[in-house]
């Protein structure tokens, strides 16, 4: 896809790799929607971008409001008139063992890490369909490929991601709507501070993933998002 003069709604934009594809968007000439449950940070990135001759409007949406991602939609639609780019990118992780994770967690990430991604792509897809095509990207994980003690709630819920975004891209192929899948594995950004669950095992965790893994800056990240979006990738992975 060009992405000069489209529409694009970026979730989770207010830190980490949401604001680095809503700069990387900005910079390849899209008009930004920026959501996130931050409203002032959303507010001072949509003004930044604004001042630099950028289209951007602040929308403040907690992806686990059915009703907040609703008017998310229609607000986009009202000041731009169409939506062509959705990034799904708001997530959380929840730190437990399966024997032991509170299912008060596990609930809390399913809402955020899989209906709201769900219910925005319902959101957007009439609006994609009335305009002969879009892309819509899911930010999933390379954690969902793997087998990481602690992190069983979190994987599943981006492995179910995973497999809804496989479908959509089947379903939707003939309304000219592509359906992508980004994995990044670790990336330098406040995720895993703000996760949820056992505490012992997220500092653990931490110490793990800054010695043993590589890890990219969300900028890396944001660069292979708006790549996949201009070539229409099915899948976008970090080492490839």
Do not use: C, W
């Not at 207010?14 to 931050?38: C, D, H, M, N, Y």
């Not at 996760?195 to 800056?217: E, F, M, Y």
């Amino acid at each position: 896809m060009e992405i000069t003069n489209k529409v694009a709604i970026v979730t989770g934009a207010s830190a980490g790799i949401g604001t680095a594809t809503v700069t990387e968007l900005a910079g390849a000439g899209a008009k930004l929607v920026l959501a996130a449950r931050s409203a002032e940070t959303l507010k001072r990135l949509a003004a930044s971008l604004t001042a630099k001759g950028h289209e951007a409007i602040a929308v403040p949406t907690d992806m686990r409001d059915p009703s907040q991602i609703t008017t998310m939609v229609r607000e986009a639609k009202s000041r731009f008139g169409r939506v062509d780019i959705l990034v799904n990118n708001a997530g959380q992780a929840a730190a437990g063992l399966v024997a032991e994770v509170a299912l008060t967690d596990v609930r809390q990430i399913i809402e955020l890490n899989v209906f709201g991604p769900l219910l925005a792509m319902q959101a957007v897809i009439p609006l994609m369909k009335e305009e002969g095509g879009g892309v819509i990207v899911n930010v999933s994980s390379m954690v969902s490929k793997m087998h990481i003690p602690g992190l069983g709630a979190y994987a599943a819920t981006k492995a179910a991601l995973n497999l809804l975004s496989e479908t959509a891209r089947y379903e939707l192929e003939a309304s000219g709507i592509k359906v992508i899948t980004m994995f990044p594995r670790t990336t330098a950004t406040d995720f895993g501070k703000n996760s949820i669950g056992n505490q012992a095992l997220r500092q653990r965790q931490r110490g793990n993933a800054s010695t043993s893994v590589p890890v990219d800056p969300p900028e890396a990240v944001a660069r292979r998002i708006v790549e996949a979006i201009r070539q229409e990738l099915p899948e976008q992975y970090m080492d490839r």
